[in-house]
């Protein structure tokens, strides 16, 4: 069995028996091989057996690798959603802007192209989740293979901006049970929110599902990861743009 077949199994069996495995003995080489782990188990647990991903997860930072995976469509909910009992081995919070395209986008996409391809901006928060042991600290390659922690994305309302904020002092709050935790200011790791979207363009049109008019893209944390406690409210607020809520 390859490296590949390897990661893929555990992660499979992870999902299949919702016990984390653990990370002893795998090892990945390369990217490549990390989105091949993403599609062997998309394709065993048939989430997009019906239609290509729809959503989007992107991550990374400057001089680090950008991530993406696809989101089955049954992992993306609406603001105030309720997380199910044992949905999840941990609650991982992240405030972030979603995306909703207007028109497709090729792997010509440069940044000007995805600014005028956004159709409403979106207050959201990925649920963050781990299939691995300790897989919060796992290698980098490993938790790509594992759809980058992904596990849920909740919506707010869209909004059509007039204006584009600027960037570098949007601010943006983590609330837990009435509580901030988290306030940031031009806190996106590229500052830029859709620094990636061009790159995320040229990935999803190699993987032959190329971005299409209506898909959903989280465009990165401004957050970073709070991993919440059971029964808790969540809420993010991005000042001028919206809030959206979440009941763990």
């Given at each position: 069995m390859s490296a590949v077949q390897q990661v893929a199994a555990s992660?499979?069996?992870a999902w299949q028996t919702h016990q984390r495995q653990p990370t002893e003995g795998l090892l990945l080489d390369n990217e490549g091989q990390a989105y091949e782990v993403q599609r062997q188990v998309a394709a065993a647990l048939g989430w997009f057996d019906q239609a290509p991903a729809r959503a989007w997860k992107l991550g990374g930072a400057p001089g680090?690798?950008?991530?993406?995976?696809?989101?089955?469509?049954?992992a993306v909910h609406p603001s105030g959603w309720q997380v199910p009992p044992g949905h999840c081995h941990g609650l991982g919070?992240?405030?972030?802007?979603f995306v909703r395209l207007s028109r497709d986008l090729d792997e010509h996409t440069d940044l000007a192209t995805a600014y005028a391809a956004i159709d409403a901006w979106m207050p959201g928060?990925?649920?963050?989740?781990?299939r691995w042991v300790q897989g919060a600290q796992a290698d980098a390659l490993l938790r790509l293979a594992?759809?980058?922690?992904?596990?849920?994305?909740?919506v707010g309302e869209p909004v059509s901006l007039s204006a584009l904020p600027d960037w570098t002092v949007q601010s943006a709050t983590l609330s837990v049970d009435g509580e901030q935790v988290v306030v940031s200011s031009g806190s996106h790791p590229f500052v830029e929110p859709l620094n990636s979207l061009p790159w995320l363009a040229r990935h999803a049109a190699a993987l032959g599902n190329p971005l299409r008019a209506g898909d959903?893209?989280?465009?990165g944390s401004w957050t970073g990861i709070h991993w919440a406690h059971i029964n808790a409210q969540i809420k993010v607020e991005f000042?001028?743009?919206g809030s959206v809520?979440?009941?763990t």
């Amino acid at each position: 069995m390859s490296a590949v077949q390897q990661v893929a199994a555990s992660l499979i069996r992870a999902w299949q028996t919702h016990q984390r495995q653990p990370t002893e003995g795998l090892l990945l080489d390369n990217e490549g091989q990390a989105y091949e782990v993403q599609r062997q188990v998309a394709a065993a647990l048939g989430w997009f057996d019906q239609a290509p991903a729809r959503a989007w997860k992107l991550g990374g930072a400057p001089g680090g690798l950008i991530s993406a995976a696809g989101v089955p469509a049954d992992a993306v909910h609406p603001s105030g959603w309720q997380v199910p009992p044992g949905h999840c081995h941990g609650l991982g919070i992240e405030g972030e802007l979603f995306v909703r395209l207007s028109r497709d986008l090729d792997e010509h996409t440069d940044l000007a192209t995805a600014y005028a391809a956004i159709d409403a901006w979106m207050p959201g928060i990925e649920l963050c989740d781990t299939r691995w042991v300790q897989g919060a600290q796992a290698d980098a390659l490993l938790r790509l293979a594992d759809q980058q922690l992904n596990r849920a994305l909740i919506v707010g309302e869209p909004v059509s901006l007039s204006a584009l904020p600027d960037w570098t002092v949007q601010s943006a709050t983590l609330s837990v049970d009435g509580e901030q935790v988290v306030v940031s200011s031009g806190s996106h790791p590229f500052v830029e929110p859709l620094n990636s979207l061009p790159w995320l363009a040229r990935h999803a049109a190699a993987l032959g599902n190329p971005l299409r008019a209506g898909d959903l893209i989280a465009t990165g944390s401004w957050t970073g990861i709070h991993w919440a406690h059971i029964n808790a409210q969540i809420k993010v607020e991005f000042p001028g743009i919206g809030s959206v809520t979440l009941a763990t």
